[in-house]
């Protein structure tokens, strides 16, 4: 789930609360998160940051946040009851964007009533989503913030008991609760909303995958703006790094951290051959093309190079995605696989039942190569707890899906420098030889070990290998002297006349916030503390 605000707030049984508060960070990437419930997975907060760097803000800033005191009126204790009061106003929202306000109630807390209102009438009650979190044992209130206007108030009380004995079979619902929710306030041409299903029952250990699965085409086209290829012409000069990809996965990821240009939507352009999406990563402008799985396709690796190169002229093609690692005992799914050379497999000449090898041992951009085997601060936690690595070296590509553990032996046999393999990359050479091209690399992140490839955990760790290489990717591209010797402008050395005329045909689609009120943050909690942004 995609949101811009994470407002989390921690409910002590003495009276106490800490509050901190995450945005959206451009740096980082987008703030994508799942409810506690969602996967099996180690978790401080109410919610799984898919983006680890999320999660230790979200540490730091609970670890420094100061514990108030709540005054009587918001917090008391009657018998064995406790009950907790707070308000807030002027929570930020954005068109097409959710924001989130999640209270984690004490330990072994079981809500018995649970109000959440609109402050101009009592009478009109927001949905929620309850949630038993057993790893911190406690319960999570989790509500979802959208307005019309720009900003979200809304009034809270919690009733609620310490009792152990029945927390962990304890339930609680009313008519206003919902189990799983989620929906953006798109465009009026759109007509429908998103809704995130119910994926408990599921067998696989994929959690908040196929929810990301389910809303990233959607969130994406929610901010696309179509233009003609001739509105282009003050932007092609500018825009001169290419990322391409050849899997809906790989795009997906790509795409959560792909910004709109400065005072435009994303831009999409289709030419006669391809659609290309155009947008900021990192502090660069890029376009983005798919290509097929392979190389040799009408729409495979070499014919859609060609085309790009042809069309944009770009400095810098980037793949970002995923491969096959050659040892598990040395390597792990996640590290991420840079190409100093690619071998061409595929080519050999058999003579009595041996084959010998024919196909070119090429190398990547040097350039490119330098910033992404030097690129320093990079780091990728996998989910055992270790960082995902680089690793250089030689890489095979061919057409070939390998899933079989008899030909990689056999592959590796042949090249046995080789640090792992994949399908798009001698079509990338190919296309850019001809063109005398060379400033190209391949990113890839190892997912599986070229067998067994349609296990459980196939779509999780083609995730985690994505999300790995194309964090690398970002990591690089965020240093805005990394192709300053290739002469790539960044972003905001743009010439953007053309979009913005293109863009503000489209105005009413903008995304924009609209404050409100004088308070971000809740009303005094009668401590004489305020927590205003």
């Given at each position: ?47 799984h ?6 999660e ?19 917090f ?87 009792d ?26 759109y ?8 994926l ?47 899997t ?50 009408p729409?495979g ?5 060609k085309?790009?190169?042809?069309y ?86 061919g057409?070939?899906?390998v ?7 056999h592959?590796?046999?042949?090249f ?48 985690i ?12 591209m ?56």
């Amino acid at each position: 789930m995609y949101i811009n605000t994470a407002i989390i707030e921690k409910l002590e049984y003495n009276g106490t609360l800490k509050s901190v508060e995450l945005k959206t960070s451009q740096k980082i990437g987008d703030l994508v998160v799942a409810f506690a419930d969602e996967y099996e997975e180690p978790r401080s907060g109410p919610f799984h940051f898919r983006n680890v760097k999320y999660e230790r803000e979200y540490n730091k800033k609970m670890e420094e946040a100061k514990s108030r005191r709540l005054g009587a009126g918001f917090f008391r204790k009657d018998g064995d009851e406790y009950v907790f009061r707070t308000q807030w106003q002027g929570i930020p929202t954005k068109r097409q964007e959710l924001s989130y306000y999640a209270l984690m109630l004490p330990e072994y807390a079981i809500p018995t009533l649970i109000s959440i209102s609109d402050p101009l009438s009592n009478d009109i009650q927001y949905r929620r989503s309850i949630k038993r979190d057993d790893s911190n044992n406690c319960f999570i209130v989790y509500i979802e913030c959208t307005s019309k206007i720009g900003v979200f108030n809304f009034n809270l009380e919690c009733e609620f008991t310490i009792d152990q004995k029945r927390f962990y079979n304890y339930e609680y619902y009313d008519e206003k609760t919902e189990k799983h929710y989620g929906y953006f306030d798109l465009p009026e041409s759109y007509n429908k909303s998103i809704i995130i299903k119910d994926l408990s029952s599921t067998n696989k250990r994929i959690g908040n995958y196929k929810t990301t699965d389910l809303m990233g085409e959607e969130l994406v086209n929610s901010k696309i703006e179509y233009i003609s290829s001739n509105e282009l012409n003050d932007i092609k000069d500018s825009v001169k790094i290419v990322i391409m990809t050849a899997t809906d996965i790989e795009k997906e990821v790509v795409f959560n951290y792909l910004k709109p240009l400065p005072e435009c939507q994303s831009l999409k352009v289709n030419t006669s051959k391809q659609t290309y999406t155009i947008g900021t990563f990192g502090e660069y402008p890029i376009v983005h093309v798919q290509t097929n799985m392979g190389s040799t396709s009408p729409d495979g690796a070499i014919l859609t190079t060609k085309d790009v190169l042809d069309y944009w002229k770009p400095k810098v093609l980037i793949m970002p995605g995923i491969a096959f690692g050659k040892d598990s005992n040395k390597q792990k799914i996640g590290d991420v696989l840079i190409s100093e050379y690619i071998i061409q497999y595929d080519s050999s000449k058999i003579i009595k039942g041996h084959e010998i090898p024919r196909g070119a041992i090429v190398r990547s951009g040097l350039t490119l190569f330098d910033r992404f085997r030097n690129c320093v601060g990079w780091e990728y936690k996998l989910e055992d707890g270790s960082k995902a690595e680089k690793r250089t070296g030689k890489m095979l590509s061919g057409s070939k899906l390998v899933d079989d553990k008899v030909f990689k032996k056999h592959l590796l046999k042949l090249f046995p420098e080789a640090i792992g393999g994949e399908m798009e990359g001698s079509g990338i050479y190919a296309a850019s030889f001809h063109e005398s091209f060379d400033q190209w690399i391949l990113v890839k992140g190892i997912c599986d070990w070229a067998e067994n490839k349609e296990s459980e955990d196939k779509d999780r760790n083609q995730r985690i290998a994505a999300e790995a290489a194309v964090s690398l990717c970002l990591s690089v591209m965020s240093n805005p002297y990394a192709f300053e010797y290739l002469e790539v402008k960044q972003t905001k050395d743009m010439t953007l006349k053309k979009v913005k005329k293109a863009n503000n045909k489209s105005s009413h689609n903008k995304n924009t916030t609209i404050i409100n009120g004088p308070i971000y943050g809740p009303i005094n909690t009668g401590s004489g503390d305020l927590y205003n942004k």
